[in-house]
Antibody, heavy 122, light 107 residues
Framework: QVQLVQSGAEVKKPGASVKVSCKAS????????MQWVRQAPGQGLEWMGT????????NYAQNFQGRFTMTSDTSTSTAYMELTSLRSEDTAVYYC???????????????WGQGTLVTVSS | DIQMTQSPSTLSASVGDRVTITCRAS??????LAWYQQEPGKAPKLLIY???SLQSGVPSTFSGSGSGTEFTLTISNLQPDDFATYYC?????????FGQGTKVEIK
């Protein structure tokens, strides 16, 4: 069965960086895309970006331009997100989610990781 | 960017009720809309994709409709497990965007 297993919770100081992993199993990692979504405490869902794990396509939310990078390692079927220059407002649960691709076009997310809490605090 | 506006923000209902949540897009997104359910402390769960297609394993008490700029999610015969927060997401145009969420609570 499809599973996305994310790395554990992180506590970071302002100005630091964090890298969260998302290991995929149960499907062909390079056949679908991945999106990253975050949720601040008590808030709604915020789209951060979508990528093709095979390479060649990434799209980032403007809010994170320059601070946010999505990468992948196809040999281990793992997607990564890295957020730099962390500030307290980046405290949130970060989710990866498989984006189902139909005839080469990315669509909805049918499987989600369990979420990774990133806390930014001095 | 395409703005997604959900209404209402909170909805109070009873078990057995029929409830409708609306999601409006600031410009046409054709039918490229998904609905997700999120329970506290859990990851979102896909309910509906392409505006009206029911995801496998989701009860038929959930239904979606709409195209263009106006969409609805209807839950008929509300069950205890259905008290949660619901989000729409458009994937027609980058940046993809979510609605702000609708919390369905027990009356």
């Amino acid at each position: 069965q499809v599973q996305l297993v994310q790395s554990g919770a992180e506590v970071k100081k302002p100005g630091a960086s964090v890298k969260v992993s998302c290991k995929a199993s149960g499907y062909t990692f390079t056949s679908d895309y991945m999106q990253w979504v975050r949720q601040a405490p008590g808030q709604g869902l915020e789209w951060m970006g979508t990528m093709n794990p095979r390479g060649g396509f990434t799209n980032y939310a403007q809010n994170f331009q320059g601070r946010f990078t999505m990468t992948s390692d196809t040999s281990t079927s793992t997607a990564y997100m890295e957020l730099t220059s962390l500030r307290s407002e980046d405290t949130a649960v970060y989710y990866c989610a498989r984006v189902y691709v139909i005839r080469g076009v990315p669509h909805h997310s049918d499987y989600w990781g369990q979420g990774t809490l990133v806390t930014v605090s001095s | 960017d395409i703005q997604m506006t959900q209404s209402p923000s909170t909805l109070s209902a009873s078990v057995g009720d029929r409830v409708t949540i609306t999601c409006r897009a600031s410009q046409s997104i054709s039918a490229w809309l998904a609905w997700y359910q999120q329970e506290p402390g859990k990851a979102p769960k896909l309910l509906i994709y392409k505006a009206s297609s029911l995801q496998s394993g989701v009860p038929s008490t959930f239904s979606g409709s709409g195209s263009g700029t106006e969409f609805t999610l209807t839950i008929s015969n509300l069950q205890p497990d259905d008290f949660a927060t619901y989000y729409c997401q458009q994937y027609n145009t980058y940046p993809w965007t979510f609605g702000q969420g609708t919390k369905v609570e027990i009356k």
